[in-house]
């Protein structure tokens, strides 16, 4: 367990730019991080590759992964599945490599509260007029469309607090820093630290036993 | 209350390196941290000046600042009281600057039970040998004194797992850095960032309300 690489969600509102941030990060620290790849049981968008976007998989693939509890998470959208394979996390984290997941809120509270010791991270803009602007300088939505994105932001925005850090994505590479910065500092978590504990302990008491160390 | 500085427990077996760490924590970061001064009502040694070393008091006036309140914490060791002003601390805080205490675990505890949001810290060495070694090398302390201070060592590292962080002092330059980064990343915890998230709820509302923003 000791150099396992953690398990961590990136959540944040539409337009705060997750997945720039995390595209920033994985260049800036290769090797450190990984970014899950989702399965689902949509047909493939063009240019989207099997393995890399996603894991593409029929219905019935994709309920055998559900009950075979193959998956971290899953949940249907419309008339489709998307869930967290367990083995490229699993995989990945045993090389100490530390793996994101990219998914919303009830998806994220429910990882946690499976696995306590995931890092949850919120991504959020500068400002609402900040989003705003970004979402419509996008050019392809429509204004409703903006509304209907920060109308979904204002819901998500009720659990926040159920996140244990919030990082503002203003300059993107000091928010890539930020974000690297909170990671990196988790290992010395003294709920993670058991292992150091202990094997001070033991040594302590050999030498208070008069063992020659 | 948003840009205070934290309160911030430096704990650690005796021969960790507190001493040196905090000293070259602020030679770095000028201006951003600051070490608390201690009251006492022990006479000065050679060389210790008023309100550096100690704010040296009788014991009526340390009675009187008890009385008042006007004391994060104090304990009795023989016949002397020390304790932790907070008339230095608050000031500092509010200028922003984070506040260290270098306290025993006790004390620690104890603040973090009446001031639940401060940041405790526990400073190990890399291994025992490690730190038998260090205390020998003082030179000043005989096999008797080296024996005490790890068996008090063994009764604190019972209390290692309430501290927050536990960080292991090999290398100074790299454990200052630690340091640093832990203390950095506390400003993005969620349960820090109340006024950021209601910021971002009022102006969400605004927009959904079809305030121009």
Redesign the interface.
């Known amino acids: 367990m000791k150099n396992d690489g953690l398990l961590i969600v990136l959540s944040g509102f539409s337009g705060s730019g997750k997945g720039t941030v995390m595209k920033r990060l994985m260049e800036k620290y290769p090797g450190e991080y990984a970014l899950s790849v989702s399965a689902t049981t949509r047909s493939p968008r063009e240019g989207e590759r099997e393995g890399i976007e996603y894991y593409f998989k029929t219905q019935d693939e994709f309920e055998e992964m559900i009950a075979n509890d193959e998956l971290l998470e899953y949940a249907r959208y419309v008339e489709h599945y998307y869930g967290t394979p367990k083995f490229y996390v699993e995989d990945k984290r045993r090389s100490g490599i530390h793996v994101f997941l990219e998914i919303e809120i009830q998806g994220a509270l429910k990882i946690k509260e499976k696995f306590p010791d995931t890092l949850l991270i919120?991504l959020?803009p500068p400002?609402?007029?900040e989003l705003?602007g970004r979402l419509r300088g996008r050019g392809t939505e429509s204004e409703d469309v903006v509304?209907a994105r920060?109308?979904q932001?204002?819901v998500e925005?009720?659990y926040?607090?159920?996140?244990?850090?919030?990082?503002?994505n203003d300059d993107l590479e000091m928010c890539v820093e930020?974000v690297h910065?909170?990671v990196?500092?988790q290992k010395?978590?003294?709920?993670r630290?058991?292992e150091?504990?202990s094997?001070?302990?033991h040594?302590?008491?050999?030498?208070?036993k008069g063992e020659n160390?």
Chains 1, 2 share one sequence.
């Open positions: 919120f959020v400002s609402i007029p705003a509304k920060l109308s932001a204002r925005s009720g926040m607090d159920r996140y244990d850090y919030i990082v503002v930020q910065d909170i990196q500092v010395f978590q003294a709920k630290s058991t150091l504990i094997r001070l302990q040594q302590l008491d050999d030498f208070l160390v």
